[in-house]
């Protein structure tokens, strides 16, 4: 799976928002006026001429076992408050909607919305299902929150516009992949549901490979690159100027480090010594210990996305997030780096690693909506089931152990269920690992017994050969990729099968 070079923190990496004004408050609060960022000066986000004119959007291909015929749905396109969207709706809705929300689309003007992922499952089960272009591109959360949750309140108008009269819906779910699962996350917390301005309740989540850590994963990419220049013998260089000493770091760490797949010759391969002491580290802040983080370095073609992300971009400052912000957010004052087996060296690395400290109020609360960066506190009282590849390097393993302790520390673990799959890169699931996670929430929602999950926290768990099997499904199905399933073929030959 290649990863576009945009995804890497040239400005750090992920998506999109939208200019809000109004604030929050009674009608006698005062209006604070906010601050202005380099996002807010972005306007020139626009759907293509083409999807824009466009009503509707393509039927989904039929397939062996449908019992539902896939072209009697309605689809609805159109834009709304400048996003582009779909909406479909099969001929016999349960009542039910499920928002979905798309991963890091860049930092390209042109607006696209992807469908989801289990769009087959979903019109097989009489799901009507919604997904917004979100008004902005960028690594912008708060606009896929906003815009999400618009596009949630607008469906009824959206039906009857277009000729069907629906009613509201009973039950509103919602899901996404990578950034769009930041964006799941964020849109059912108790900040959410007080600080947005578009107000969904939401049933029940499942959030995909997500960004659940909110700007945890930011800090890990700083503690990624500081290890790598002390470990290469630049520990003191300015984190900022990365470009100056890039070609010295990746070669005295990697003797291969190519950005697109040739299995089975591995993309990228350490160096003795100095390398595979980076490796050590580098698997301790991903999650520790594990099946697929070899195949995931290896093979993946995650890690160059997370690899020296810090690249000097003068119009914003470093650690704004491409501008999201206006001041670092990056903090890697508690992070402790461990080589396994080499006491003496983690101790060095430890005090030779520079220490970045973040601005106090770089992502503070807004008084014109939510935080630039929503977080993911943990404070939420709804089924959450939260599936995560074991062998991401961009968007890794930790977040969910990141969750986990946050979701703990709020008194809510009986509100989360997570998976651990035996995929080696980002997002890389098979339908069926995506759908049984959807369907087991909607299950368990609806009052079943909670599903079971894996434990993300406990390392000597997480560390066995076999961690990850009980979920990972790989039976090919009509709707995945090519990747995917290439990938999958990459870890039956170079891992045991589990039993």
Not at 86 to 109: D, F, I, K, R, S
Not at 436 to 446: G, I
């Amino acid at each position: 799976m290649n990863l576009p070079s945009s995804w890497r923190l040239t400005a750090l990496a992920l998506a999109a928002l939208s200019s809000l004004t109004a604030c929050g408050g009674s009608d006698d609060d005062a209006v604070v006026p906010e601050e202005t960022r380099a996002q807010d000066s972005r306007n020139s986000f626009a759907p293509s001429p083409t999807d824009a004119a466009a009503t509707t959007f393509a039927a989904q291909a039929a397939a062996a076992g449908d019992v539902v015929d896939m072209s009697t749905t309605s689809r609805w396109q159109g834009v709304l408050n400048g996003a582009l969207y779909h909406v479909e709706v099969p001929a016999n809705w349960n009542g039910q909607l499920v928002m979905y929300a798309h991963g890091y689309a860049g930092t390209g003007n042109v607006l696209g919305v992807s469908n989801p992922s289990i769009r087959r499952y979903l019109i097989q089960n009489g799901y009507a299902w919604a997904a917004s272009s979100y008004t902005k591109n960028y690594y912008d959360v708060r606009a896929g929150v906003e815009d999400t949750n618009a596009l949630a309140l607008e469906f009824n108008n959206i039906a009857a516009k277009n000729g069907r009269t629906l009613a509201t819906p009973t039950k509103y779910f919602i899901t996404g992949h990578s950034m769009g699962g930041h964006i799941t996350a964020a849109a059912i917390e108790a900040e959410a549901t007080a600080t947005a301005i578009h107000k969904v309740k939401y049933n029940g989540a499942v959030p995909m490979c997500g960004v659940v850590g909110d700007t945890e994963l930011f800090n890990e990419f700083g503690a990624m690159q500081v290890t790598a220049q002390a470990l290469a013998g630049v520990p003191a260089y300015p984190t900022d100027k990365w470009i100056d000493i890039q070609a010295l770091v990746t070669s005295t760490l990697f003797s291969t480090f190519n950005t697109t797949p040739a299995f089975p010759t591995p993309s990228i391969v350490a160096t003795a010594g100095a390398g595979a002491k980076y490796v050590s580290v580098l698997q301790n802040i991903t999650g520790g210990p594990r099946p697929m983080f070899a195949q995931g370095l290896a093979y993946g073609q995650s890690f160059p996305s997370a690899y020296g992300t810090f690249v000097a971009d003068p119009t914003t400052p470093v650690g704004s997030v491409s501008g999201i912000l206006n001041k670092n957010v990056l903090d890697t004052t508690g992070s402790t780096y461990t080589i396994d087996g080499d006491a003496a060296a983690s101790t060095a690395l430890n005090a030779s690693a520079q220490k970045i400290t973040p601005a106090a109020d770089a992502n503070r609360l807004r008084t014109d909506g939510l935080r630039w960066i929503p977080k993911a506190n943990g404070e939420f009282k709804i089924p959450v089931v939260s599936i995560h590849t074991l062998g991401d390097l961009f968007v890794p393993f930790s977040m969910e152990q990141v969750y986990q302790k946050r979701v703990a520390a709020k008194g809510n673990s009986a509100w989360l269920v997570q998976r651990a799959i035996r995929g080696i890169s980002h997002c890389d699931f098979t339908n069926a690992e995506q759908v049984a996670a959807f369907d087991d929430m909607v299950k368990w929602e609806a009052g079943g017994a909670k599903p079971a999950g894996d434990d993300v926290v406990t390392a000597a768990t997480v560390a066995t050969t076999t961690y990850g099997c009980t979920f990972t499904n790989n039976t090919p199905g009509p709707d995945d990729s090519a990747g995917t399933l290439g990938l999958r073929q990459i870890i039956a030959a170079t891992t045991p099968a589990c039993p």
